[in-house]
T-cell receptor, first 113, second 110 residues
């Protein structure tokens, strides 16, 4: 079985640029989560979707962040404009239901210079 | 909102020593899950506890869920260098999704 697939694995860009992170969930998983991980703040939930519908985006830090899930096979997390403090590892995770274990992708290591 | 606290934040042990990490929730949980993240890797699901007072074992790892379903622990007997990583608990209150603790980073010296 293919796991959660994230791209790119690494991204280095200059501040002010638009960044788009991508996630392909495990087929049949109805829940998709976007997390941000830093040493200081740990693993933070940014937003999650159920059946492609955003359920809770209270973790999205500010209007520069947006996430979409146009279909069951694809989600994006966009940062525009990016800032150095956005540097972190961004994980996408999916689960069959809200109570079931979450399966994480390998993450995108984002560095904003 | 729900909070999940983990202690200690960090522990360094000698190989062969035991290790325990504790997890406390501000609210009663429907279930609790434990994950392990190796350095440079992603969190990987280890186990889920559902019942009050439940104890589960995976080889040298013992997981407990408190009677009040608000706390949990992970104990590793005779640590090995392969146990290195960060261990996260994640609480599920039943009406929302998981809340992850900040994790306990375990370093094992040979």
């Amino acid at each position: 079985d293919a796991g959660v697939i994230q791209s790119p694995r690494h991204e280095v860009t200059e501040m002010g640029q638009e960044v788009t992170l991508r996630c392909k969930p495990i087929s049949g998983h109805d829940y998709l989560f976007w997390y941000r991980q830093t040493m200081m703040r740990g693993l933070e939930l940014l937003i999650y979707f159920n059946n492609n519908v955003p359920i809770d985006d209270s973790g999205m830090p500010e209007d520069r962040f947006s996430a979409k899930m146009p279909n069951a096979s694809f989600s994006t997390l966009k940062i525009q404009p990016s800032e150095p403090r956005d540097s972190a590892v961004y994980f996408c995770a999916t689960s069959g239901t809200g109570n079931q274990p979450q399966h994480f992708g390998d993450g995108t290591r984002l560095s904003i210079l | 909102g729900q909070q999940v606290m983990q202690i200690p934040q960090y522990q360094h042990v000698q190989e062969g020593e035991d290790f325990t990490t504790y997890c406390n929730s501000s609210t009663t949980l429907s279930n609790i899950q434990w994950y392990k993240q190796r350095p440079g890797g992603h969190p990987v699901f280890l186990i889920q506890l559902v019942k009050s007072g439940e104890v589960k074992k995976q080889k040298r790892l013992t997981f407990q869920f408190g009677e009040a379903k608000k706390n949990s622990s992970l104990h590793i007997t005779a640590t090995q260098t392969t146990d290195v990583g960060t261990y996260f608990c994640a609480g599920n209150p039943g009406y929302s999704t998981l809340t992850f603790g900040k994790g306990t980073m375990l370093l094992v010296s040979p």
